[in-house]
């Protein structure tokens, strides 16, 4: 039976043994990983850089978490803050915290004191696990809140102290942040400790996940046990994950993608999950190459840094035969290029915080085409059990195939709302239907394209230019490594286009009239950029999406261009 009772022409498009339809089972995360715990208890968990820890230590080490937890007072239903990199200590902090019946607030390690305030006192939360090098930070934060306890971990946990340490952390030194406990001499002191099961279902909240607040403050997306159910099980369905792959975290556990399709996809096969702390490419190249890494996620930006890598030459990527990208629309020429590259087809998918991960998504056997009118390369269709269609920005009715709207979405990867938000609960969700926020556009065949964020169109003289599709004209360029788009003031256009490039090695003499002339030569005159900017980076979040609030925020205190100048 069909998710919601909707058309849902792109079923013709479904490679085969891919199914129609799927109700997801009632479970929780923490069933799923005790399950691999008591089918492989002493096979891979975590490869940690050159480290494995195996099921029956994560888990060993979870129990000992919880049962510290318990003791500081934490029961089914509280909140605790899990600022952590790509580390051992995240996955057994969000184990430890399930079983002592708690919900998980990940929160990026680059936030300062008065962000973490603001988490704090919205969330509620009554502990606080962090980086050693964040220590301070949080301390600060956690004043007048109803944090009590201030947990702290460090990368270098779990390496050898003899041995050499990987590139990554070749700066990293112990912080000792007083009043707050190390994790290591927690799990040591609570060693062989356990606690009741928690009794937590479906319906309670695995992680309350904040968005990144692009359209006010941010508001946490309560994502249940259910929709993390969800959300693993679409994923290992779509690109066939077993316990034999080996999971790549290229994005960060903080995020939506690397909480659900990634860490919650290994736990629910059984499969390793390869760490290795924060994001840098030649060290995510050698650990591809190392475990022979099947299977992951990242945003557009994380392949540009691997293919611009020298070592995207020398090593062995055969391995990783399921590779994917969201989070932002992925240019078609950078999907071309990393399979001309490595040889493996780069499958796009789409999904919000409040998706869980998986909203639209290309599955494994499919190849999306590229949109005629756009540009835009496909994202894919809904997998088995959900559902989405296009709506008319301003009314809300249903458009037909072609015609381009508010992509909206429904499913038992919809979060229930925001976390004691109600009114922004009900803006968002509207009889199941959750209102993406995003402009795309279904063809007749089912296969759904994402133009750009409602909020990002750009009005020049009246006529609208979506950023991505000035964004891929760029990208065209031999000398582009990364393009950001954003409209800004313009005295006789009302807003004009202005482009942020980042250009590849070895093409530094390249000048913004030559990229801007690139743009004029291949898209019509009210479209192509009239500023551009080349600078050293764009700004990002943790999860790799271009800040294009950032670069107006930065643009608006600069002194205006003439307004006629490339015209």
Request: hydrophobic residues 35%; negative net charge.
């Amino acid at each position: 039976m069909a998710a919601t009772g909707e058309p849902r022409v792109w079923l013709k498009l479904h490679p085969d043994g891919y199914p129609a339809d799927y109700v997801p089972p009632r479970t929780t995360g923490l069933a799923d990983f005790e399950d691999s715990v008591a089918r492989n208890p002493d096979g891979p968990a975590i490869h940690y850089f050159d480290v494995t820890l195996t099921f029956r230590e994560v888990d060993r080490a979870s129990s000992s978490l919880a049962a510290a937890l318990v003791d500081m007072g934490v029961s089914r239903g509280d909140r605790i803050i899990v600022q952590l990199q790509n580390i051992p200590a995240f996955p057994i902090a969000v184990f430890a915290c399930w079983k002592a019946g708690a919900t998980v607030v990940p929160l990026n390690p680059m936030y300062k004191e008065r962000e973490l305030s603001f988490y704090c006192r919205d969330s509620g939360a009554t502990v606080f696990i962090t980086m050693e090098s964040c220590g301070e930070e949080a301390k600060k934060a956690i004043r007048d809140t109803d944090v009590t306890r201030l947990i702290t971990a460090s990368e270098l946990d779990y390496l050898d102290p003899s041995g050499e340490l990987p590139s990554v952390c070749k700066d990293s030194r112990r912080v000792a942040v007083e009043g707050a406990k190390e994790l290591t001499a927690i799990l040591r002191d609570h060693s062989g400790a356990s606690v009741p099961p928690p009794g937590i279902g479906p319906e309670d909240n695995a992680y309350i996940t904040y968005t990144s607040g692009t359209t006010g403050p941010p508001k946490g997306a309560m994502n249940t046990h259910g929709n993390l159910s969800y959300a693993c099980r679409a994923f290992a369905m779509a690109y066939n994950v077993t316990s034999e792959d080996r999971v790549l975290a290229m994005a960060p556990f903080i995020h939506v993608t690397g909480s659900s399709c990634l860490l919650a996809v290994a736990t629910l096969v059984g499969a390793p999950v390869i760490a290795g702390f924060r994001f840098e490419a030649g060290e995510i190249l050698r650990l591809i190459e190392k475990w022979r890494a099947t299977y992951t996620n990242g945003p557009l930006t994380a392949y540009i840094a691997l293919l611009n890598h020298p070592d995207i030459h020398v090593r062995d990527l055969s391995s990783l035969h399921k590779p994917l990208s969201g989070g932002a629309p992925v240019a078609p020429g950078v999907a071309r290029e990393f399979e001309q590259v490595t040889g493996h087809y780069l499958h796009n998918t789409y999904g919000l915080t409040e998706t869980t991960s998986p909203g639209i998504i290309t599955p494994r056997g499919a190849r999306g085409p590229v949109d005629q009118e756009s540009g835009a390369l496909s994202i894919g269709f809904p997998p088995p059990g959900s559902t989405a269609k296009v709506v008319d920005i301003e009314t809300g009715a249903d458009l037909s195939p072609g015609e381009t709207g508010e992509v909206i979405i429904k499913g038992p990867n919809i979060v229930p709302g925001y976390w004691q938000n109600p009114e922004e609960s009900a803006k968002a969700i509207r009889d199941g239907w959750l209102f993406t926020g995003d402009v795309g556009k279904m063809d007749e065949d089912g296969w759904f394209y994402l133009i750009d964020r409602k909020k990002d169109l750009i009005i020049v003289s009246g006529f609208k230019v979506w950023p991505r599709e000035v964004e891929d004209v760029l990208y065209q360029h031999p000398a582009v490594s990364a393009a950001c788009v954003i409209g800004v003031p313009d005295s006789y256009r009302g807003e004009t286009v202005k482009a942020f490039v980042t250009l590849k090695r070895g093409r530094e003499a390249t000048t913004p009239d030559e990229l801007i002339e690139f743009c004029r030569q291949n898209m019509a005159a009210y479209k192509y950029p009239r500023q551009l900017d080349i600078v050293e980076e764009i700004p990002k979040t943790a999860s790799g999406k271009m800040l294009k609030r950032q670069l107006r925020e930065q643009d608006s205190t600069r002194p205006a261009p003439d307004a006629q100048s490339h015209s």
